[in-house]
């Protein structure tokens, strides 16, 4: 039952990347910041392409946004990603908007599974796959992770987390929730959202990369869409969070324990 | 009148704690708005809860059916949905849970609301609100609004305190009708503990990867001072204990009296989640690590010596 298979791959800071808010407070600082696939969205591509491998079908990565963001679709396809859809749209990008364009997405490719990042590491919303899934009246499994640790045997045959039932038709989601993990079984075509331990994304090979060159990637205006692309969430101001006043040393566990005690006072 | 909806989030029969923190957020914001609280609690057998949340004052809506036994987002956000519009809240919010996450975005997408997920604060003047929530791993802290009519936003518990019994509110009844679903609840292995949970501990012993595995001091010095237990996302990513006991940015984010890091170095992303805690101490062998920057108390030293010796001390102190 081969699976066709539409992924999210949107460009954001590299989390390494030391984050200062403006003076002003109207963005953050850009110069010196590096950029690079959102983590989360990688670990979508990685379950996207293991369900592949074993299903067969057809992996295609979407972005939004600038010129720039065709690298991060080219990072996907050197993963072993099929083809790209970059959609154009150089305004600022909310969970609305964003879901707003991906339905549209999804419209015209038809895919049996919406794979995205649970949450970009930019505005850490984790919104977009919950807005998707209501907007095409579709069943929703957010923080999709998997029973075994990244260090199994599982994961070092890179088998996926996500299963698909033998007829094809259902998908069953392991979700990280408070106190335990949740399984839910979901009609496809369905929208997964993924956590950090669903599988360890792999690394692009050079000849990966080389191909990547060659496979395509359509470019859509925003606008020719139809989607509404007016911002729903105004980001007014940027602030540098307070900072805790920290640094004193201890000699020993001793003058830890007195000062734990008597200046503290919380044993 | 701008009225506010809370989520109560419920779990096996029990209120979990966080719904006491998002409804004050929601008693503020009502003050603020002079809008009416109501409170809404999905599930089936829930009559204890409803009456149980009564007491905090505000209207409590109560959505008790079969269909409703077991939470998916896509039976529960129509129930929330229609019963915001039929109170007329301008603002619905829940605790930025798993729960409340899952949840909030598909009730806002069907009340065409846009949404702000961890608010940690209110800005704006009079009835004009913004919404304080963090961004870039909590490197940023941004002042959002959302330009709907209705808004819909998640409460991080940790900036709110619990609510106040303030006299009995009124429990409703809501009716229910659920179509044909295409999620399907299969099971929840809930992962036991004897220990506090971490988000509603006063105290949290921390280890990473210093522990290089071994969690038995951690646990040991935890359950002394009986705390819960954490681990950075390299102890975690290791295998070496359960997922649900990551602290950090994608983890879970606490804020307790006294926190303890042990072998842990203080990747942002831990920072993040650990950093509005009152009192901080770290445990490191590396007098470089980023942790000591934010520490109330650092020690530079070997967890194995460090954690045994201070658990004798607080033994041989309470007696």
Not at chain 1, 33 to 60: C, Q, S, T, W
């Amino acid at each position: 039952m081969p699976l066709k298979i539409l992924v999210t791959a949107k460009r954001v800071e590299d989390p390494e990347s030391k984050i200062k808010v403006k003076p002003d407070g109207s963005g953050i600082v850009t110069d010196g910041v590096n950029y690079k696939m959102n983590p989360f969205d990688e670990i979508a591509v990685e379950e996207g392409l293991r369900l592949k491998e074993k299903h067969g079908g057809e992996v295609v990565v979407a972005s939004i946004g600038g010129d720039k963001s065709v690298t991060e679709i080219r990072a996907a396809l050197a993963m072993g990603a099929d083809r790209g859809v970059l959609v154009r749209h150089d305004g600022p990008l909310d969970p609305v908007v964003v879901a707003g364009i991906l339905a549209k997405v999804f419209e015209r490719e038809k895919p049996d599974l919406v794979l995205l990042g649970k949450q970009s590491i930019d505005d850490d919303q984790n919104q977009v796959g919950q807005y998707l899934a209501d907007r095409l009246a579709l069943a929703q499994g957010t923080f999709a992770s998997k029973a075994e640790s990244l260090e199994s045997e599982a994961e070092q045959k890179k088998q996926p987390g996500l299963v698909l039932s033998a007829d094809g038709k259902e998908l069953r989601v392991v979700r990280e929730v408070d106190g335990g993990l949740e399984t839910l079984d979901l009609t496809l075509p369905a929208v997964v959202t993924c956590d950090l331990r669903l599988n360890k994304p792999r690394f692009a090979s050079l000849p990966g990369i080389m191909k990547a060159k060659k496979k395509p990637v359509e470019e859509i205006p925003a606008a020719a869409l139809g989607a509404d692309l007016a911002p729903k969430v105004v980001v007014k101001k940027l602030s540098e969070p307070p900072k805790r006043q920290g640094g004193v040393k201890v000699a020993d566990v001793a003058e830890l324990y007195g000062k734990l005690k008597n200046e503290a006072k919380v044993l | 009148m701008a009225n506010v909806l809370i989520v109560a989030e419920q779990s096996g029969g029990h209120l979990r704690k966080a719904t006491l923190h998002a409804l004050s957020a929601g008693r503020a914001l009502s003050r603020r708005t002079g809008g009416a609280l109501h409170v809404v609690v999905l599930g089936k057998g829930i009559g204890a809860i409803a009456s149980e949340l009564a007491a905090y004052g505000a209207t409590v809506h109560a959505a008790d059916a079969e269909a409703l036994a077991h939470y998916t987002a896509e039976a529960f956000a129509p129930v929330v949905a229609d019963l915001a519009k039929a109170v007329g809240a301008t603002y619905v919010a829940a605790p930025a849970t798993a729960f409340g996450k899952d949840l909030l975005p598909r009730v806002g997408s069907r009340l065409g609301a846009a949404t702000a997920t961890e608010v940690l604060g209110f800005g704006g003047d009079g009835p004009t609100v913004t919404f304080l929530r963090p961004m870039w791993a909590g490197n940023v802290l941004a002042e959002v609004e959302l330009a709907t009519p209705v808004k819909v936003f998640t409460i991080r518990p940790t900036e709110f305190p619990t609510a106040q019994k303030e006299g009995a509110g009124e429990v409703k009844p809501v009716a229910v009708s659920v179509p044909a679903q295409r999620t399907r609840f299969v099971d929840f292995k809930e992962l036991k503990s004897e220990r506090p949970e971490l988000t509603e501990a006063r105290a949290i012993v921390s280890g990473g990867r210093g522990t290089k595995g071994d969690f038995k001091e951690i646990e040991a010095l935890a359950d002394e001072l009986g705390a819960a237990v954490g681990a950075s996302r390299a102890a975690v990513d290791a295998g070496w204990v359960p997922n649900d006991w990551q602290v950090g940015q994608t983890g879970k984010v606490v804020a307790p009296e006294l926190y303890v890091a042990a072998g842990i170095s203080g990747a942002i992303q831990h920072l993040a989640g650990m950093k509005g805690s009152k009192v901080i101490v770290a445990i490191n062998k590396d007098a470089e690590a980023p942790i000591f920057q934010l520490a109330d108390y650092g020690l530079v030293g070997d967890l194995f010596k460090a954690l045994p010796e201070l658990r004798e001390k607080i033994k041989a102190g309470k007696s």
